[in-house]
Every structure is written in C-alpha cells, then in structure tokens.
C-alpha cells in the first residue's frame, strides 16, 4: 500500500530558506553594477568627444575646441576610471563616477545658464559642437549624466561596495577557532573550548 505525500501544512518554511544566524544577507549589486555601466558608457560618449575635437583641431585651432577636447578628457577619464572601479568592488570607483557625473551635469547646467543670460559664443562639450540654438542636443549628455549620478549615491551602491572584503572570508558563527587553522580577523572568541566532548 502506498501512501500520497502532502506538503507539510504549517506555518514553517523549507530548511534553508533563510541564512544561518550571525550570517547576513549579501545586498544586491544591481545599482552598483547600473552605475558602473551607465559611467563607463558615459566615458565612452566623452571619449568619441575627445577624438572628435582632435579631428577638427587637426585643421584648425579654436580655443573652444581645446577647451571642448580638455573637459571632455576629463570626464572621459574620471567615468571610464570610476565605472572600471565599481564594477571590481572598488570604493574609489563611486567617488570617480559621482565626479564625473557631477561635473558633466555641471559644464551642461553652465551651458544653458550662459544661454539664458544671452551670451552669444561657440560652445563644444561632450562631443557636440553648437551656437546656443542647439542647446537641445546636449540633453544626450544630460539625461544619462542624471541617471549615473543617482545610482552611484543611493545607499545600495555603497552597501555593495563595502561588503567586498567581509565577503571574502569564510563566516565564523561564533565558533572558537580550531586549532591548527589560520584566524580568521575580526572572529570572535567566547571562551575555552572543553577538553573532552
């Protein structure tokens, strides 16, 4: 005679659905991880700009256009810098991306103010080289300027970021270290094992 099996019925969940205690849960890296590509992408856009004004700094010099290739040399390295960084886990990598997010939203928010004020001048940032009536384009740069800056601040990030080393080592549980084996740093010791179990 067999018997059918039910699930169990109550109120308990499977073993193994949680972490053992003292183990904390690991924070997603999906914002990290967002940032670190939107930053790298950002850096490739400032990177095409650099090439461009090299292009047409080849025959013929503006001082613009100098100034267009240096800040877009920046930004190109602090993003590119930054998003190879956080995407190994490394802390400097969100400051270099905040940076350069930072200061692309602010050469762009420059741009509109001189706009605003009426200023009349050939302006070349981020690879787009306008007089003020093509203020439009430099959204391209300012949207996903936005988007990088915010995902390298919001608290998950940082979270990621920062459980790189502890997620090296091995968890502890409290245990006293067996002897014969390397201690572990930061593990906790309660007391002398007994002699005899």
Known sequence: MTYQQYPPQGGYPAPGAYPPPGMARQPSGATAIMAG?????????????????????????????????????????????????????????????????????????????????????????????????????????????????????IPPTGRWLAVKNAAAQPPNFGYPQQPGYPQVPGAQQQGQPPAQW
């Open 37 to 153: 590509i939107f930053a790298i992408l950002g850096g490739l856009w400032f990177l095409a700009g650099v090439v461009s004004h090299v292009i047409e700094l080849s025959h013929y010099v503006i001082s613009f256009l100098v100034i267009g290739a240096v800040l877009d040399l920046v930004s190109a390295a602090l993003l590119l810098g930054g998003g190879i960084l956080s995407l190994v886990r490394k802390r400097a990598g969100r400051l270099l991306t905040v940076i350069g997010a930072a200061g692309a939203i602010g050469f762009v928010a420059l741009t509109f103010l001189f706009r605003a004020i009426g200023s009349s001048f050939y302006f070349s940032y981020g690879g787009v080289m306008l007089h003020f009536g093509f203020g439009w384009l430099l959204f391209v740069v300012l949207i996903p300027a936005i988007v990088t800056l915010v995902l390298a601040l």
